[in-house]
């Protein structure tokens, strides 16, 4: 049977994508960030996960205004990886799982998760980036990849308290995958950032604590969280911090924190990393 | 269930909702379409032309002409899309989110690198300064 193992919270800032891309990654601003992955990169090596569910948002690259799910699932093979209007990352493309990706939506929608199809499409850096911080600079990414995008730039995006739901109906359809594979679930974007308007660079340090507090030990209280909180106490952008509500729960009840990394700044954001083992 | 809109009580945020979705519609597919570099080649060779090609009202071609990133998010801008014409004009996000506060490049850099801007009086628009 298919089973949950890890799951990973994990900032997509572009610019760390392009720190490691042109080589600056030991540069001295960019140093204490990457420094600060290592153990996380040690800690998902060691878990060899077979299959990652990939829980992101894309930035108007495969998908656009002219439709947009709130939630939509990868089915493919192969992600090609987008050019987001200054050439593609160069990093590997992105394998698929499509037996456990349909295996998910069949029942998610049977579950009540109305889950948007997508048989291609490319992936962005939303996607990249998290899995270049936790695999590295590789040839080939180690696992294959089920993308899960969540609509965070329209407003309204679905509620915490919807993605909290959606991860524990992803952890029931994954118990029930016949097949004996190894799935982590990452929750990505966040922390508190601002990117736009006069209250552009705003990053709300206790938030943030008491959000990756909450994320090991109380996340029925972070779901209560409304967007305007979000909004006026995370930064506007800070509201991606749903998805990571999505990867926890997935991972059932009570978890063991494996690893923690808080930076500031990352680019215009706080970014935050939290390595989680579930221990039911 | 929160106040509808109780949002727009943040200073200096634009939330991309149903009002700015309404408008701004035309304006972010024009930012899309260059992610295809043969539209960033042809935007650069005409920008007033090519922009021509999209149903833009005069202030929000206007807005982009000026590269006036704080106008484009009044006139149903949205930033996940308004930073691609940043991208095609080979500026960086930190760079847009400086102008958009009007703070110099190294005010702003400074300001992140001391930990970013502060939520305290920040909340609400009646608090900040």
Not at chain 2, 67 to 86: F, S
Request: with cysteine; aromatic share 10%; glycine share 8%.
């Amino acid at each position: 049977m298919a089973r949950i193992v890890g799951g990973i919270a994990c900032s997509h800032v572009p610019a760390i994508g392009a720190a490691l891309d042109k080589g600056n990654a030991g540069n001295p601003y960019w140093k204490p960030y990457f420094d600060g992955t290592i153990p996380a990169r040690e800690w998902l090596a060691k878990i060899k996960p077979d299959v990652a569910i990939l829980i992101y948002n894309d930035h108007a690259n495969a998908l656009s205004l002219q439709m947009i799910p709130t939630f939509l699932m990868g089915t493919a093979e192969l992600f090609p990886v987008a050019d987001e209007g200054f050439g593609p990352r160069p990093v590997p493309p992105v394998y698929g799982h499509p037996k456990l990706a349909w295996h998910l939506i069949e029942n998610l929608i049977l579950d009540e998760f109305d889950m948007t199809i997508a048989n291609e499409m490319p992936v962005d850096h939303g996607l990249t980036v998290p899995l270049s911080v936790t695999c590295g600079q590789v040839d080939r990414w180690p696992f294959k990849v089920i993308p899960l995008c969540v609509n965070v730039i329209q407003y309204p995006p679905p509620t915490g308290v919807r993605c909290f739901k959606l991860g524990q109906a992803i952890r029931r359809a994954v118990q029930e995958f016949p097949e004996d594979l190894r799935v982590v679930v990452y929750g990505t974007g966040g922390m508190s950032h601002q990117l736009q308007g006069e209250r552009a660079g705003l990053v709300n340090q206790d938030f943030d604590a008491m959000f990756l507090d909450g994320m090991v030990n109380d996340p029925q209280k972070l779901t209560k969280l409304t967007h305007t909180e979000y909004m006026r106490e995370s930064g506007s952008e800070g509201i991606e911090m749903v998805m990571w509500l999505a990867m926890r729960g997935a991972l059932g009840g009570n978890v063991r924190e494996a690893y923690r990394f808080y930076r500031v700044p990352t680019s215009n954001t706080a970014s935050g990393l939290l390595c989680l083992e579930p221990t039911e | 269930m929160a106040a509808p809109r109780d949002y727009e009580s943040i200073p200096g945020t634009y939330v991309y909702d149903a009002e700015r979705g309404r408008v701004g519609y035309h304006l972010n597919m024009f930012c899309m379409s260059l992610n295809d570099p043969k539209n960033r080649e042809a935007f650069k060779a005409d920008e007033s032309a090519y922009l021509d090609r999209f149903p833009l009202t005069p202030e929000q071609k206007e807005s982009v002409l000026k590269r006036d990133w704080l106008g484009m998010l009044k006139v149903g801008g949205n930033i996940y899309y308004t930073i691609k014409i940043a991208f095609c004009d080979g500026l960086t996000f930190q760079d847009v989110a400086g102008m958009m506060c009007s703070m110099p490049k190294e005010e702003y850099a400074k300001m992140m690198m001391a930990g970013g801007r502060s939520p305290e009086d920040n909340r609400y628009k009646e608090e900040a300064k």
